[in-house]
């Protein structure tokens, strides 16, 4: 089995993929992890490249990760969202063998753990530069490969430990508790569970007072719990938007066929668009 992740190798992308292999018991030896990018990931799916994409999607302290949205729209018509992980994070600041944690003038991370330890770090390394790189596990990298030794990532303790790297020896997470949300995507998207998620995009064509309130009031009626709602710059037409929403229920649910078909009508009035992104299982926090 091929899942495709956010790359280098040491990405907590890498832990949650391994997370999921163990779900579907998946022998060691048969679990190939292909280091990308998010959007190339969701690509190699569409392809027959890969089995499934695992994508970060939200953390609990930073929020929803938007850029993860954009792809999922993008691939929308042959890519859907088939299940869910919950990470716990803790992050560590890792300095080459050796450091000298006075000298430290650049941390290197991903954007959204530097937005997750920004305060603390502030405290710490007043002076210190943030400066946000493609993944954690490539912090790491930029760090050992850094001749001036100057320099830290904020990273995950495993990768930190693989290359014998100096962790600093205080927390540096702003709060105690953290962890990411990824979404597992494939071709197909999941059998009903009995407890699911839905994702779904709408793009309302001509903007109507009342339309956001519609949309709401049509899973309220039926008494769906609508968990977020999150609008994305839609890519094709400044200044307008795309919509994403989860509610609770999976999409063949009597209740949801009802919600989805209200906001068809509504959609079609305007002429926009609405695409499920995909039902999955609502998962807990694996610890």
Known sequence: ?????????????????????????????QLELIYT???????LVQNLQADYAVVPVENMIDGLI???FDTLIEFQDFVKVCDEIHLPLSH???????????KLSRIYSHPSPINQCQIRLSELFPKAELIPILSTAEAAQNVLRDPLKNSAAICNLETARAHQMCVFPETIQDYPHNETRFLVCALKDGQPSGNDRTLLAVRLGANRPG?????????????????FIQSRPYKIKPQEYVLILEFIGHKS????????????LLVRASDGWKKILGSYPKREREE
């Not at 089995?1 to 030896?29: C, D, H, N, W």
């Not at 990018?37 to 690509?43: A, F, G, P, Q, T």
């Not at 649910?253 to 068809?264: F, T």
């Open 37 to 43: 990018n998010v959007h190339n990931s969701l690509r």
């Open 1 to 29: 089995m091929k899942i495709a992740i956010l790359g280098p190798q040491g990405t907590y992308s890498e832990q949650a993929a391994l997370r999921f292999g163990e779900r579907l018991k998946v022998p060691a030896g």
């Open 253 to 264: 649910a009597p209740d949801v066929e009802s919600a989805l078909k209200n906001i068809e």
């Open 92 to 102: 560590c600041l890792a300095g080459p063998p050796g450091f000298n944690w006075s």
């Open 66 to 68: 938007g850029a993860t």
């Open 211 to 227: 339309q956001l309130f519609q949309i709401a009031k049509s899973f309220a009626d039926v008494k769906i719990d609508l968990t």
